[in-house]
């Protein structure tokens, strides 16, 4: 999609799922040419798939672009016209609504079979990961919490997990990475001192609280670097610390070295506190990363449970990672579970587990 101003284009075939596929997107279209007394003025409102659209062409190995800012870029000068046929396309050929749409952040309806639709929200960046899936009664519905997100969407609900393996009654807990808050969401459905949410995109803050019913009258919902946040913390204030972020890695390098356990993470952690780390990677980074908590807390247990059948995704590169202060013990958790059902499908998550830990 190199773009001559100048002359007919065509759209090339991106590198996308074929869920996403759209005749729209491979139409002829023609630019004017431009006169040498016109500009070119950038588009007030861009379509709504516009960002999305650019994550794709960015991604992947056969890629058409080197970046997610230069396919931006190129797409900004698409004719709208052409980008919003594509949005009507995926909507009435696969049931799929924007709702929202910005440069680094999507919001997709897509309808069931049953008439419901699931939402999810996709940093752009990465357009194959949805960051956020949750269930609402038809398309373009407002959300209001109704249980932990489907496992079928999305496995991060798992990390809800680490709130039974708590021997605080009423933990103080934070969230790195909050994304669309399904998840602060949960943990506040139960008893709790305080929640922290941090989040440092703007745009995903926004869409949380517009479509993912972010209640922020049980937790606070703040920006800034996760980092920053963690030293900013008064000692051993934390019974819970669930880290979920993404800078391109999961967890982002800055939250996989030993010194960011030993001079970030653990100041700020109660004696008994619990860690929950969510980890894609190959079996060689999994297995790094675990050996590297393992060496910053000797103290405490690690456990690595792979992402349950269930979620549909490769769980030898979908991980999450439990730091407990004692081991887990499988039916003690599954009768915790049985009275705060704190996930979706807790069966799948217990086959999980019990395969995982021996």
Known sequence: LRIPLLYNYRLQQPPIHPMYRSRSITRRVTLLPASRSTSITA???????????????????????????????TLKEVSPELLASFEEELKESQSRTFLYGDKLVSVIDTVELDKTATRTLILNRRPHLVQTAVKVGSPGAPYTYGGPAPLSETHLGGLALSLLMSPQAR??????????????????????????AVEPCASVRSAALLFFGADTSKFSLVGGDGLSYLGHQPPSSLDLLIIDADDGNIPPKSMSTK???????????????????????????LSALEATVRDSFPNHYTASIPAPPEAEVDSDRHALLFITP????????????????VVSEPQAWMNSIHQSIT
């Open 171 to 196: 933990p103080h807990c934070a969230i790195i990475g909050a994304g669309g808050c399904t998840l602060a969401n949960t943990l506040t459905s139960f008893d709790l001192s305080s929640l922290t």
């Open 43 to 73: 588009i007030p409102e861009p379509p709504k798939c516009l960002g999305f659209l650019a994550g794709l062409y960015a991604h992947g190995d056969d890629a058409l672009y080197n970046s997610f800012e230069e396919a931006y870029e």
């Open 326 to 341: 004692s081991p887990i013990v499988p039916h003690e958790l599954e009768a915790l579970l049985e009275k705060r059902p």
């Open 259 to 285: 010194d960011f356990f030993l001079d970030s993470v653990a100041p700020v952690l109660s004696a008994d506190g619990v860690v929950a780390i969510n980890a894609i990677g190959t079996s060689e980074e």
